[in-house]
């Protein structure tokens, strides 16, 4: 049973300067909601009560939104997101330094305990929710997964890449991964969700910087792998946001948008025409 879910939001957003100069990536509208939103409700749906979001300079706007909102009760979406709140605790720490997400990690350590937990970068939205898939591939064998999906190859060293067996439909055994590579093996690349057990922690405390001279996640993991634990990886089919930089952000508005039943309806009539000139 998973009851630990870990947000890290502590990234500075620095591809999306002026905007977070005074606010978090995190707080970005994707049509009615803040991304964060998108990642709790994740959360909560899979049935999780407990969350510890991992914060840093500038983003107080995180937790005031988590707050109860006490102005204007006549209002749909603040009042799904109140019902879901009297349902959840929710705890908030700051990274003290901009390290990396393994050092970001690290924080939740006395929040897990000797739990497994799920952990969701707060800039990444997945629908259908991923998070219960991997939950279930967890049930099963009792061992860390994190999801992935194929990207073309020459953008591989953007991302988080494992390499693998893979051991039937969309799962794999993770065999080695590479933090951002100059040259990539793989196109599987990390999306940002994983189950993990809290014996990571032993393999962040002992880390070196890594890629970018931050402290990597993915090299904890890797670690993990070369040491003959075991890794999985679940290939994850539905949608995926990463809202890490300008373009996807735009994306994510205009997909989504499209399928909201307030705005969605106007909004093709309108790309449709627009699209003719
Ligand atoms: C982080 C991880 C990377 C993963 C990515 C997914 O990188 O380190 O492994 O592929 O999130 O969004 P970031 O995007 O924070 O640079």
């Not at 939001?9 to 509208?29: D, H, N, S, V, Y």
């Not at 899979?46 to 909102?69: C, N, P």
């Not at 967890?138 to 494992?162: C, L, N, Q, S, T």
Request: glycine share 6%.
């Amino acid at each position: 049973m998973i009851r630990k879910a870990v947000i890290p939001a502590a990234g500075l957003g620095t591809r999306f300067l002026p905007i977070t100069k005074a606010q978090p990536k995190e707080m970005l509208p994707v049509v009615h909601k803040p991304v964060i939103q998108y990642v709790v409700e994740e959360i909560y749906s899979s049935g999780i009560k407990e969350i510890l979001v991992i914060t840093g300079k500038q983003k107080r706007a995180i937790e005031d939104h988590f707050d109860r909102y006490e102005i204007n009760k006549e209002n749909n979406y603040v009042d799904e997101l109140e019902e879901i709140l009297n349902n959840l605790d929710i705890f908030f720490i700051r990274q003290k330094e901009q390290k990396g997400l393994g050092d970001a990690v690290k924080y939740a350590e006395a929040f897990v305990e000797d739990d497994p937990f799920a952990l969701l970068l707060g800039d990444n939205i997945t629908i259908p929710n991923c998070t219960r898939i991997l939950m279930s591939i967890f049930e099963e064998f009792r061992a860390p997964v994190i999801a992935i999906e194929e990207i073309p190859i020459e953008k591989a060293r953007y991302h988080g890449i494992i390499k693998g067996e893979n051991i039937r439909d969309n799962l794999y055994r993770i065999e080695d991964m590479f933090e951002k590579p100059e040259e990539p093996g793989s196109n599987l690349a990390i999306i940002g969700r994983y189950i993990l057990t809290s014996e990571v922690f032993d393999y962040l405390n002992e880390l070196k910087e890594g890629y970018g001279g931050e402290i990597q996640l993915t090299d904890a993991l890797k670690n993990m792998v070369l040491d003959g634990k075991e890794v999985y990886a679940y290939l994850y089919q539905g949608s995926r946001f990463d809202i890490g930089n300008k373009q996807n952000w735009l994306k994510a508005n205009i997909e989504l948008g499209l399928e909201d039943d307030e705005v969605g309806k106007e909004m093709k009539e309108w790309l449709e025409e627009f699209m003719k000139l």
